[in-house]
């Protein structure tokens, strides 16, 4: 069964198998950019450079004001995998990255995953932080956020070829359907919760609710037991499934056991280069970073296995 469209012409997609088949150029490639935190610049530079190796064309290109749009058709799906937000200074023009892109591109090519710095956005109650942009939010852009969820533009997984996408990971096996619904559920309650002035009541059950998204673990959050927003990388097993995951800093695209985190940006400001995406293609997986003499590189695991 292919993707449902919803009413806004988003599609509802769960995998880059709802999109193989429709797609003219032949399989897409995946291409995982996470927690850019409003450092636009960066987050610019990586999407860049996929265009400037060889063994890819651009998947997105500059205007004359700098600002990114989608360069292709169906070639690839891009997954912005949580944290678009906070810390850097330009969260807002990173959010407009993203609704510009998705409005560019085919339907269900561009995913907007929820990090543990959106879950403050969706449940403001209970993640309360004054000190960072998503602290300092209306409620109108909470009832925007929900309502991209429940139309599909905003959700928490993807099966990709060989690997699940999820902004923290699990060392359980992703259901990735079950996850997208349980978001959607969520959604469709904190709505009406808002109109029935039950909102903070409502956020607080639904934490409970759905453990695999929102639950946090330890004192920190990012302890074993944590949903796929919240778990840190260094409690990830050896035998955890195959995933690609963003929430923990990386000097560069790291992979241990069978789960490879591409969260590099935030680590290498202040440097010249290190930023990066990692791609995923039906026969293999690899990274496309920014180096220290501006230019760009390719590697794929296969390679230095």
Known sequence: MGPTVATDGSHHVDSVADLRSSASEGPPTIVQISDIHGYLESARSALLAVGEVDEFDP????????RLHWACDDEYVLVFNGDMVDRGPASDECLDLVWRLQSE??????????GNHEMALVLPDVLHWPHWYVGNQPPSVSRMYYTAIREGRISVAFEGYEYTYTHAGSNDPIDVSSLNQSLQDAARMLLAAMDENEWAQVQQELVDQYPAVFGTGGTSGRGPGAGVLWLDYQYLSDDAPQQIVG??????????????CGNVIRKNQGSIGGEGVIVETPDDVGVVVRKEDESASCTFFSEVE
């Open 247 to 260: 929430h923990t800093r990386q000097r560069k695209p790291t992979r241990d056991g069978n789960v490879i």
């Open 59 to 66: 998947i997105v290109e500059a205007d004359d004001q700098g």
């Open 105 to 114: 591109a085919p339907p269900g090519h561009v995913r907007y995953h929820l």
